[in-house]
């Protein structure tokens, strides 16, 4: 088997800090009242454990202090509750968490594993919580803003008279303010261009005081305030989120002013108070942290002062490189599962319909008028920063494929019937399903594994291992995981240059450059998690800094986005360059801006999750399933989920009740004693026959009882991070990048074409701004009649009397069928017909050929048929076209022209390709692109022989020629054969191939949507037909 990735030669560690065995001896030993609280008397002594406390919640540690020194605990089952979590937490569960668990970074070796851990080697790493950072910078902004230099946030999205913001950092009685936006006044404007780079503010009001001397001072100022509190003025004071140390960034900031701040003085205490408890051993910095707390509440206070983590310092940290070898087959596996979801990206697939049917697919559109609700098409529908003001009218589902569906069924049931409590899958059974191999491309260009690894000593005496897929599964990319660790790594801007030139190598193309991602999110706090260092090209940073000079930031306003290859691209206008969008963080991408939720997106889009389990979607209502295992990997554990019903229980059951219940659940269940309680990510490990564990499990099923999830404990072998004595739960963190292959091509890219604004007078037209559209409504059971005779007729005569130069039609749904139609002429000549058009129209609604219409402007598609040169030659096209519709429904209708609809679509789209230019070769291979050769290939077996004489073009037709149907159908194709020739010469000219191609796969596919009505299975099939016919003419062709 293959091996889809390679590794970067670092993978990171995490483990509690306390070993696995502070958990399974307190909790194996149910004992009385007394007796459980001096065990709780001991825990709560130990001095680990109360400084891990006092880092995660001051509250609890209080009332830990007072239970210490034997007061009286007015909530202590509560209490105990509490302490019980705590110390399942920092003894069993990796994921990093203050002082209860923490990190490190290993190498592969050809070697043995081996992790070593000594507890006395842990080291604090504390830092100013960026809310407490934050609320500094935001009163020095308000307090000394004539001494700062400001620029504009590049967040900013200036639609028609108003300046929006994406979203906003601040509150009103601490709920979050929703959209922010001032007018974009001429002073705004000015500020908006004065302030792109970098400017003092007294350099910047003396600008507006002399360019608008009508203002004094006092309006200035308090314009310039108000832009400084709101946002739009980013302060040099605001540190980027990707440097290594933000508050030194914030004191060296203080330090160049020309102004002695007395605060910055409490600052660099604050700062040297920080270093001294980050160098105190485990267990004793309680007095040192809590004097710091005090010394940065007197500077602000707020809730969160200080963010701590912590550094292993592991005595050996390396793992046999085997490990990638196997993980490599887990993931050749997991791929080939993922391709059984169908539609994965349901929102995002009907989303990008929504951006070809409004902008076609040659333009590129600006990322936030895109995303505007009002000019644009808003968000997918799932995006709620803000929502899509639309309505959900169609079902937006995945599903799993029915083979894939019924092999999870078939082994459900077996493991079921043998009393089994596994799932194993097998390479020669998911072989036999037949699924669709994955492509490389659709293959994730970098991601990150979570493994919990555990060893068995065999018969051998050497070590097997054993893999657990973590809880947290992993993540997209390569280095999400680590960013928010990077100022704890020693050589971490080595590991994110190989990163970024590892996945730009993927790309083999200078159209791309990487660009990353930071931005103050909403809830000031959560940016703690989005710390972190790059190497990426560029930086988008939004509310705050970015770590790059100027030529090196991006902006929002500067985004495209375009669709290439049926994928969403997003690009620099000012680069005109390609982004590989990168963010080295772990913060949920659902809770960003719109925009940035789709640049993240759509960076992804394409591309297989590998942890997009089937089976989830198998057995998501079944109250238990069996572990998944491969090989010696468990991907997913034994999992229980209890409810009302299986549990026999309500809310007014007592915990002794509830503990028989739970024992009966136990044994009909088949539970083992140890297990998590489990809710996403967060874990928590249970003994099902300690008394203390199942009041844990009573109060949560007490608070939310909708289901309660229980997973298996990790049983098979030992953990493998160890210590003289003791042994620690080991989660590993692997990043990898895709192996580079022979696939991989430089990929050569369409140019597009014009960069019109959305709202220029070139591309919008206004009713009688040379042209007038109409939507027809009420068309669906008489189309063809109504542009057979009635709209053949009437503009016809429009034509001829020169009252119109050209008009054409297609036919639409929005959900509602209608006949779009547009009428070109002058201003004064469309005025001047106006009457005479309603009066036809009411004509049309007497004899019930529609229901209503409506008049609309006309958004020209410029890009999709060639650009601002083309355009126009391209509508004389619709309209010689529309001319051969109305004739062939005419003759159809009158029975001159016997063809089938088939024949007559095959016919007219070789016509097509013959008069835009294409060579034979050229339209074989075009139509070959499109279809799969199985297509309808019995369809076209059956009337091969009448399909390839109709469908030849030598001669002059000749074959189609020696038929009445033929002739008629010929003469009406060569209505338009000039008009579409010069087209073709003409796009031929200006544009790349690739282009030519798209060009004249959208005419064409009009031309069906004009003649047949709105059917893509049907348009398939005459293309599928077509590129037979095509393929069984190449004796007759060479």
Known sequence: MKDLYKTINTFMIRTPTFPSNKYFDFFDNDTDINNLKDRLFKICSNQNFREAILV????????????????????????????????????????????????????????????????????KFARPDLEWIVSIVKNLENEYFDFLT????????????????????????????????????????????????????????????????????????????????????????????????????????????????????????????????????????????????????????????????????????????????????????????????????????????????????????????LLDNDIGIGGPLNYKRPSNNRSLDIAITKSVNDNVRDYFIEKYLYAIKNKENSIVIKDNEIKELEIEEISYENIPDSLEVNIIMKGQVNEYNSTDFRYYIGPNLGSTSAGKSFGRFSHMMDNSSDFFKSLNDEIKKLKNSDEYVTCEISYLPNEVRNANVTRNIHESDYEISLFTNGCKDNISRLKLDDIFIGIENNQFY????????????????????????????FLYDI??????????????????????????????????????????????ITKKTEFNKFKEMFKNYCSQYNLPKYVYLTFADNR?????????????????????????????YEYDGSNIVKNIDYNYTCELVIPLIKANTDEIIQTKFSKKLNNISSLSNKRIKAPFDEWIYLKLYGTSSNADDLIAYYISEYCNSLVTNNKIEKYFFMRYVDPEQHIRLRLNGKENKLLEIYPDLRRWLDMLKEEGLMTHFALDSYDREIERYGGIDLIDIAEKVFYFDSLVTENILTQKREGNITFSNELIGMISEIHYME??????????????????Q??????????????????????????????NS??????????????????????????LSSTELSILDSIIHLHFNRLFGIDREFEKKVRALSSHCLYALKYFKN
């Open 684 to 712: 928590i490990l249970l003994n099902s026959e300690s008394e203390e564990c199942i009041k844990i499990l009573f109060n949560e099923c007490k608070n939310t009882f909708e289901e309660i999830v229980l997973t298996s």
């Open 966 to 991: 033929g002739v008629i159908l010929l003469g009406i194709l060569n209505i338009r054969h000039e008009i579409v020739r010069y087209y073709g010469n003409k796009v031929r000219e200006n544009l």
């Open 603 to 648: 960076s992804l889009e394409g591309k297989r999750l590998w942890y997009d389990f089937p089976w989830n979607d198998v057995y998501k209502n079944f109250s238990y399933i069996p572990a998944i295992k491969y090989n010696n990997f468990t991907i997913t554990p034994e999992t229980w989920k209890l409810n009302r019903i299986n549990m026999k």
């Open 150 to 369: 400001f620029k504009i946030n590049d967040g900013i999205y200036i639609k028609g008279n108003r300046a929006l913001l994406i979203h906003s950092t601040l509150k009103e009685d601490n709920n979050r303010i929703g959209e922010i936006s001032v007018r974009a006044t001429k002073p705004f404007m000015r500020t908006y261009e004065l302030a792109k780079d970098c400017i003092e503010y007294n350099k910047l009001k003396q600008v507006l005081l002399d360019e608008y001397s009508n203002a004094d001072e006092e309006t200035i100022e308090k314009f310039l305030k108000q832009l400084i509190e709101k946002e739009y003025l980013i302060s040099n004071l605001r540190p980027p989120l990707t440097v290594l140390d933000q508050f030194d960034y914030i004191i060296n900031e203080l330090k160049k002013l020309k102004i002695q701040i007395p605060i910055i003085s409490d600052l660099i205490d604050i700062k040297n108070e920080i270093d001294v408890y980050n160098k105190s051993l485990f267990g004793k910095g309680e007095e040192l942290y809590l004097d710091i707390c005090k010394k940065m509440k007197d500077v602000s206070n707020v809730k969160n002062l200080l963010q701590v983590d912590t550094k292993l310092n592991l005595k050996e940290k390396k793992i046999n490189k085997k490990i990638i070898s196997e993980i490599n087959n887990l993931m050749n596996i997991l791929f080939k599962l993922s391709m059984a979801i169908e539609n994965p990206e349901p929102f995002l697939s009907r989303y990008k319909q929504e951006f070809v049917e409004k902008y076609g697919q040659d333009r590129e559109v600006a990322l936030l008028e």
């Open 56 to 123: 995660s919640s001051k509250t609890l540690y209080n009332t830990l202090i007072d239970f210490c020194n034997g007061k009286e605990i007015k909530k202590f089952d509560y209490f105990i509750q509490s302490i019980y979590k705590y110390l399942i937490r920092m003894s069993i569960r990796p994921t990093p968490f203050g002082l209860f668990s923490g990190v490190d970074f290993g190498e592969y070796t050809d070697e043995e594993t081996l992790i070593l851990c000594e507890e006395k080697s842990f080291e």
């Open 934 to 963: 199985s297509d309808y290939r019995d369809d076209f077996k059956k009337n091969r022989s009448e399909y390839m004489k109709l469908c030849n073009s030598n001669e002059n037709w000749k074959g189609l020629r020696e038929t």
């Open 915 to 932: 008069s835009f230019g294409l060579k034979y070769e050229e339209q074989v291979e075009y139509l070959r692109s499109q279809v799969s």
């Open 570 to 597: 997003a690009k620099s206008k000012t680069l005109n360059k390609k982004l590989l969008i990168t963010m080295n963080n772990m913060l949920n991408p659902q809770a960003a801006p719109n925009a940035i939720r």
